[in-house]
């Protein structure tokens, strides 16, 4: 599998960051019909809230850390920081103020009032700018708002970064024919394996959750008596 983990360690760190906030959680005992639904419509026994890290002083002031670092290292001529609506904002604004950037964030729909924009925050147009957010599946919401700055500012994506990112392959179709840096603090190996040490999931149940991953569309659960 394609990764987007900046660095092992802060890979692993992060996901036990998820785990000991309930972030992630795993709960294969809960009967089919009460599984936890995702965004996407599929129905599966873990789900993954990044806001839930704001719990924890450390656990948020750590991943900015990373996120700042990442973007220091990765994107030194950044313009403008972006921040995604509505869980990305408050990860993009520490960014923003942390390098004395503007900042902006853009709507998952217009405004029926007003300049009826969903870029919020009025940017420089031309500006090159990345984009913050929690978590990373389809790509589709990143995607829309890469789209959006473009139409509406002539903003350059350079790109993102994000707490979680699942590296699915409709990700990749969606942004390799793009010039994109796309970098994440943690990703699903290193929440198997950290699940695993914490005594979350099972091998089997790891097993389970990688093949489930691969293609989540299709995966077929076996029997879990």
Same mark, same amino acid.
């Given at each position: 599998?394609?990764?987007?983990?900046?660095?092992?360690?802060?890979?692993?760190?992060?996901?036990?960051?998820?785990?000991?906030?309930?972030?992630?959680?795993?709960?294969?005992?809960?009967?089919?019909?009460?599984?936890?639904?995702?965004?996407?419509?599929?129905?599966?026994?873990?789900?993954?809230?990044?806001?839930?890290?704001?719990?924890?002083?450390?656990?948020?002031?750590?991943?900015?850390?990373?996120?700042?670092?990442?973007?220091?290292?990765?994107?030194?001529?950044?313009?403008?920081?972006?921040?995604?609506?509505?869980?990305?904002?408050?990860?993009?604004?520490?960014?923003?103020?942390?390098?004395?950037?503007?900042?902006?964030?853009?709507?998952?729909?217009?405004?029926?009032?007003?300049?009826?924009?969903?870029?919020?925050?009025?940017?420089?147009?031309?500006?090159?700018?990345?984009?913050?957010?929690?978590?990373?599946?389809?790509?589709?919401? +990143?995607? #829309?708002?890469?789209?959006?700055?473009?139409?509406?500012?002539?903003? &350059?994506?350079? !790109?993102? @970064? $994000?707490?979680?990112?699942?590296?699915?392959?409709?990700?990749?179709?969606?942004?390799?024919?793009?010039?994109?840096? +796309?970098? #994440?603090?943690?990703?699903?190996?290193?929440?198997?394996?950290?699940? &695993?040490?914490? !005594?979350? @999931? $099972?091998?089997?149940?790891?097993?389970?959750?990688?093949?489930?991953?691969?293609?989540?569309?299709?995966?077929?659960?076996?029997?879990?008596?």
């Amino acid at each position: 599998m394609r990764s987007t983990v900046w660095n092992d360690e802060i890979g692993e760190n992060t996901a036990r960051r998820l785990f000991e906030t309930e972030s992630y959680l795993v709960d294969f005992g809960r009967p089919r019909d009460q599984w936890y639904e995702w965004k996407s419509g599929i129905r599966a026994p873990c789900y993954c809230n990044c806001r839930y890290l704001n719990r924890s002083y450390q656990a948020y002031e750590e991943s900015t850390a990373y996120f700042e670092t990442i973007a220091r290292l990765k994107f030194p001529d950044v313009d403008l920081i972006v921040g995604l609506a509505s869980a990305g904002v408050s990860w993009a604004a520490r960014i923003a103020a942390r390098f004395r950037l503007p900042l902006s964030f853009v709507r998952t729909t217009k405004k029926s009032y007003g300049v009826g924009e969903l870029v919020e925050g009025q940017p420089e147009r031309g500006a090159k700018a990345v984009i913050i957010d929690d978590l990373c599946g389809s790509g589709g919401t +990143i995607n #829309s708002a890469i789209n959006a700055m473009r139409n509406e500012f002539d903003i &350059q994506t350079v !790109g993102f @970064i $994000t707490i979680t990112n699942w590296c699915f392959e409709h990700m990749w179709d969606q942004f390799d024919g793009l010039d994109l840096s +796309i970098h #994440s603090l943690t990703s699903y190996p290193q929440i198997l394996k950290v699940g &695993q040490e914490l !005594g979350k @999931i $099972t091998t089997k149940q790891a097993e389970m959750l990688g093949d489930f991953y691969r293609s989540p569309k299709h995966y077929t659960w076996p029997d879990l008596e």
